[in-house]
Each structure stands twice: as structure tokens, then as C-alpha cells.
């Protein structure tokens, strides 16, 4: 029986993708330290991202600011759930997603904070977590400024003064959120 772990990072943020992780434990799989990746240290998550790489069947989908801002937050983080288990490439025999809904997909079951009982979604949810703050830190490189590197894209005081004093980046910006979308009217 092939199990197939989902969960999403960054759909709260201002800035960059909205990124799935999908993951298949092996048989006898064991890291009992396997949780929410919001309740695991960013050490922590890197290491078992790492193992969970190296052992496990992975991938990865997203949906660019720009798909957030034609389609809708929650269209696009179905849609980078759909990406990530087509990316995985395998026959499932079933989908378990971290949440109340489930993207359009054979077999599959929405488990409410599923992150915290289930390990191949807690799997999914690191593999989602590490990918997406990657991509703020290389976001970070190209605009310093902004202070992605710390807050991640989150609204936080700190992102929204860099807002008004540097103006949004175009195509990483989430147009259609509020704080944004006052910025640019």
C-alpha cells in the first residue's frame, strides 16, 4: 500500500510561492522526532529534511505569486498539492493532506492538523517548510532590504516598513493581498 503524505508552506506570506511537499515513507521508516515543521527549530528541520531526502520518496510543487494572485490562495495551494503528487511520478494508493480540504485527486483524505499524527505528512510538511524558506533566503540575497532571510515573507513590522519604503517587487509580491494590494493603489 503506496501512502502519500501532503502539506503546504508559505500560504500566509506577502511574498514568493506557495510550495507542497509530498512524500512516501519506506516500510519501517522511523524518526520519532517527526512533527509540524512549525514546531521543529529551522536545525532541526534541516536535519531531518535531510534524512527524509536521502530515504524517502519526495518531491515538490509550488504556485507563483503570480498564480496566487490570478487564481486565489487556496486554489493555488490545491494546485501546488496536485503538482507535488503528480511530480512524486507513482501509482498511490492513497493520499493523506494536512488540512480540511483536499485538492481534485483520486483517494485522497483531508486529516485535520495532520501534521502532528500522521509521520508522512509531517514528512511532507518539513520537505514544504525547508523548501520555502530556501527560496526566501535566495530571495533574500537579491533584496536585502526587505529582510527575508528573518521574517520569511510574513507581514511582520519589519517586512512592512521595507513595503513603503522600497515598494513591492514585481512578480514576488502577492498583488491580491490586502497589505500589498493598499501599497499599490
Known amino acids: 500500500m503506496i501512502i502519500v503524505g501532503v502539506d503546504e508552506a508559505g500560504r500566509g506570506p506577502l511574498v514568493g510561492s506557495v510550495v ?3 512524500v512516501v515513507l519506506p516500510t519501517n521508516f522511523d524518526l520519532p522526532e517527526l512533527t509540524d515543521s512549525k514546531k521543529l527549530s529551522e ?3 534541516e536535519i531531518l529534511y535531510a534524512l527524509i531526502t536521502e530515504q524517502c520518496q519526495w518531491a515538490v510543487g509550488e504556485s507563483s505569486a503570480k498564480e496566487i494572485d490570478e487564481i486565489n490562495i487556496l486554489e493555488a495551494t490545491m494546485q501546488a498539492m496536485r503538482r507535488a503528487v503528480e511530480n ?8 493523506l493532506v494536512d488540512g480540511n480540504r483536499c485538492p481534485e485527486m483520486d483517494n485522497c483524505t483531508a486529516i485535520i492538523k495532520g501534521d502532528l499524527s500522521e509521520p508522512v505528512i509531517s514528512a511532507a510538511s518539513i520537505i514544504a517548510k525547508v523548501t520555502r524558506d530556501r527560496q526566501m533566503l535566495e530571495l533574500d540575497k537579491q533584496y536585502p532590504q526587505y529582510g527575508f532571510a528573518k521574517h520569511k515573507g ?3 513590522k519589519t517586512h512592512l516598513v521595507a513595503l513603503k519604503q522600497y515598494g513591492a517587487i514585481k512578480g ?3 498583488a491580491s493581498f490586502a497589505p500589498i494590494k493598499r501599497l499599490i493603489a
Open 20 to 22: 507542497a511537499g509530498a
Open 43 to 45: 536545525k532541526k528541520r
Open 88 to 95: 512524486l511520478n507513482i501509482q498511490y494508493n492513497q493520499v
Open 154 to 156: 510574513y507581514g511582520t
Open 172 to 174: 514576488q509580491h502577492r
